[in-house]
């Protein structure tokens, strides 16, 4: 039987708002503190459309993330990405990646993947069992 995986994408955001999580669908998220962001970012320090997550998909069919510093027509942000304490214009986004947009505002991408199985129904030959106590059998004990 073939194992077939499941992913779910996240986005933890801590911000001026506090903790929130964001699922991970669409083929691209725009972040920034603009009202019409797909993940609004509440902060002064963050740009308009700050970054944009481009999915990529893997030969397996399976997908991640790549997040890009800017907008999705390439006007970069002001404060530019730290991922992982590093300053990077782009980056294929791994399991629990942190992303720093500014001064207290931060993401940590989340990957869960988990195996899906198949059910198997259940076999003909156990559906009409009785069980029988031995000692109402007239087995012997011992």
């Known amino acids: 039987m073939a194992r077939k ?3 779910d994408h996240f986005l933890l955001v801590e911000d001026d708002k506090g903790q929130r999580q ?3 669908q669409n083929a691209t998220h725009v972040i920034g503190r603009d009202r019409q962001c797909d993940i609004r970012l509440a902060s002064h320090f ?3 459309e ?3 997550l481009r ?4 030969a397996d069919g399976s997908y991640s993330y790549e997040i890009i510093d800017g907008s999705p027509d390439g006007r970069r942000s002001s404060n530019g990405l ?3 304490g590093r300053k990077l214009q782009s980056h294929r986004l791994q399991n629990q990646d942190v992303i720093v947009f500014g001064p207290s505002v931060k993401a940590t991408y989340l990957k869960l993947e988990r195996d ?3 059910t198997i129904p259940p076999c003909d030959e156990f559906e009409d069992i009785t069980l029988i106590n031995p000692r109402t059998a007239g ?3 011992g």
């Open 5 to 7: 995986s499941h992913q």
């Open 22 to 24: 964001f699922a991970l």
């Open 46 to 48: 963050v740009s308009r």
């Open 50 to 52: 700050h970054a944009t």
């Open 55 to 58: 999915q990529q998909t893997q």
């Open 82 to 84: 730290l991922i992982n």
């Open 116 to 118: 899906i199985h198949d």
């Open 139 to 141: 087995v012997p004990e």
